[in-house]
């Protein structure tokens, strides 16, 4: 019943949240006279802090509409390449009038992104793809809010999640694309690109890891610990719960975006306390662009979507308890995934150096699984600094990163 009690809050709480909105708005507006009055400017913020802590997040757009590419300014359309019940495959398309030009953006290589399923929309590698764009075709996994799946769609879970990963690059074709997969999926993707080239289907030029568990046993963080300190049944008792009736997903178990929120506040919490108290002397100061920053990031951050419950389920026993990738004992549908398999895939690891969310080595295990791929195919960067997110947004990603990346992609463009 916790998720009817915090729609149940929720419900109670939004005509004060969105009346304190509305009064912020009303003092700060350079019309309104009696916002110069002494102490409003106190009043004000302190609505609008109580206003963005309390209001719904909706997913944010990627926005991306543009990108200067081969010494020219390109258009970017976001289209739906592939429509599934829990996740679009978007293609951000890009356009010139100039013949040229046009000619170099078709022959660029193409990459497949792929988003976490961890809480957060895809929207949180919007730095990633607008950085991707200049130099490449990019396409990107955006995952459906399971609340909003119904239920004559289906269970989906860790196995389905391998399939749709499989299904995308067939789709895409294998024999032309780069794959960049960033934190949780590493695991499904290497076991999708496992599977293929185990039943000799054709596999991605080349494979870039950033950032996942392909091994949590190698330097466990705090979210390792968790997942191995609680048995299974925990897991399944204290955080899945069914979507309540206003939803059109009604009656689905999910691991709700409500509590991994606060899972990742619980995480740093003080650092949360301390970014709000200055975003609210901020505006008592009229600091409107360090305001204004913490509203963009925060609007990205609190905004999180509900996970399918035997998805996240899977993941908890196969990836974080039972370590069943690099113990070699995973199997799907009856066909043991073999990383071994792989052979003219190029593999490139990711790992920052202080990232408490997959600790160093835990990616870089891929190497080990991946025996046949040739030295010279091969390659890891653990970029100093970087926390998780610093991998993949951001000014180290854009800097430092990148270049590696873009060089890997045009290094084994060709088989």
């Known amino acids: 019943m916790l998720y009817h009690f915090h729609e149940i809050n929720r419900a109670l709480l939004n005509p ?16 309104n006279w009696t916002g110069r009055m002494p102490g409003v400017e106190r009043i004000s913020a302190g ?12 997913k944010p757009a990627f926005g991306i509409t543009s990108v200067h590419a081969h010494d020219r300014d390109a258009a970017v359309i976001e289209e739906r390449a592939l429509e599934t019940p829990f996740c679009h495959l978007l ?32 929207t949180l590698l919007r730095d990633t793809v607008r950085t991707l764009l200049r130099d490449h075709d990019v396409y990107i996994t955006d995952w459906i809010d399971a609340r909003m799946v119904p239920l004559a769609d289906g269970l989906f879970g860790l196995d389905d999640y391998v399939a749709l990963m499989r299904r995308f ?3 895409l074709g294998a024999d032309k694309l780069h794959v960049m997969s960033v934190c949780q999926p590493t695991v499904p993707v290497l076991a999708a690109v496992s599977l293929m080239a185990s ?19 190698k330097a466990p963080t ?17 955080v899945v719960f069914a979507v309540p009736p206003n939803y059109p997903g009604s009656g689905r178990r999910v691991y709700p975006g ?44 609190n905004a999180v979507l509900d996970m399918p419950a035997q998805f996240y389920l899977d993941t908890i026993r196969t990836v974080f308890q039972e370590f069943s990738l690099p113990r070699g004992n995973w199997h799907i549908n009856g066909e043991r995934v073999a990383p071994e398999a792989i052979r003219r895939t190029a593999l490139l690891t990711i790992e920052g150096e202080l990232d408490d969310i997959s600790g160093i080595g835990q990616t870089r295990a891929a190497h080990e699984l991946c025996p046949r791929i040739s030295t010279s195919r091969r390659q890891h960067l653990e970029i100093q600094g970087a926390g998780h997110y610093g991998i993949f947004s951001g000014r180290r990603w854009r800097d ?12 084994h463009a060709a088989r």
């Open 16 to 31: 004060w949240v969105a009346w304190s909105g509305a009064v912020a708005n009303a003092l700060t507006s350079p019309d």
């Open 47 to 58: 609505l609008e802090l109580f206003y963005r802590l309390g209001k719904d997040y909706e």
């Open 91 to 122: 293609h951000f398309k890009r356009y010139s009038d100039d013949p040229t030009t046009l000619k170099k953006l078709r022959a660029d290589p193409v990459v497949l992104v792929v988003a976490p399923l961890s809480g957060h929309h895809a």
């Open 169 to 171: 690059i067939t789709h």
């Open 199 to 217: 039943a000799g289907e054709p596999t991605p030029r080349s494979l870039v890891l950033m950032g996942g568990p392909i091994d949590p046993r």
């Open 222 to 238: 705090q979210v390792n610990d968790l997942a191995t300190r609680k048995p299974y049944s925990w897991f399944e008792t204290n």
């Open 258 to 301: 409500f509590l991994q929120h606060a899972g990742f506040v619980a995480m740093n919490p003080s650092r949360h306390f301390s970014a709000h108290w200055d975003f609210y002397r901020n505006l008592l100061r009229g600091d409107l662009d360090d305001a204004e920053a913490h509203r963009h990031f925060y609007d990205e951050y």
């Open 400 to 411: 430092v990163v990148y270049p590696e990346v873009r060089a890997f992609f045009r290094r």
